[in-house]
C-alpha cells in the first residue's frame, strides 16, 4: 500500500501539468484571492477593440509561415492600477518566435480599466489567448521586405 501511493502522487501529478487551457474569445481573469474584486478589469472599447488593435499590429513570422506552424499562445502578465500590462509570461508556448509575437503584442494592450475592491483600483492578472493561424494571414508589404501580418 505504502508504494502505491508515490505511483498515485506522480500519476496526479503528471495529470496536473499535462492540462491544457480551452481556446476563449476572450481572456479569463485570474483572482488572487487576497481581496473581494467588485469590478473585473476590461479593456477600453471593449474585446472588439482589444482583438482590433492585436491584428493591426501582430505580425506573423515569415519562416512560421513557410514552416505552417500555427497554435495558440497562452500569456499570463499583471494589470497595474495604472492599466498597463506587465509581467508577461508565456504559460503555453507554440514555437520561441511566436511567443516573443504574442508578448510584444500584449505589451502594447495599456488601455486597460483595472479591477476595483471597495472602490480602489488593484493590481490583477488575467491570462489571454492569441491565436496564430497562417490561414488567416496576408502578406503586406513595408518598404522593401514582406511582412505578414493578420487580417482585420
Known sequence: M???????FLCLTIAAFGQTYPD???SRIIKTGKYPIDDN?????GKKRLWKIIRKNAKYPE????????GTVYLYFTIDTNGHSKDIIVIKSVRD?????AIRCVSLLNEWIPGKTNGKKVVLHNILPIKF????AIP?????SPEIKFKL
Do not use: C, M, W
Not at 505504502?2 to 498515485?8: G, S
Not at 518566435?97 to 509575437?101: A, I, N, Q, T, V
Not at 493561424?133 to 488567416?136: A, L, Q, R, S
Not at 503586406?140 to 522593401?144: A, D, R, S
Open 41 to 45: 478589469i476590461s479593456y477600453k472599447g
Open 140 to 144: 503586406v508589404k513595408q518598404g522593401n
Open 63 to 70: 519562416q512560421d509561415v513557410k514552416d505552417s506552424i500555427r
Open 2 to 8: 505504502k508504494a502505491l501511493l508515490p505511483i498515485l
Open 133 to 136: 493561424d497562417f490561414h488567416t
Open 24 to 26: 476563449s474569445s476572450f
Open 97 to 101: 518566435d511566436l511567443d516573443k509575437e
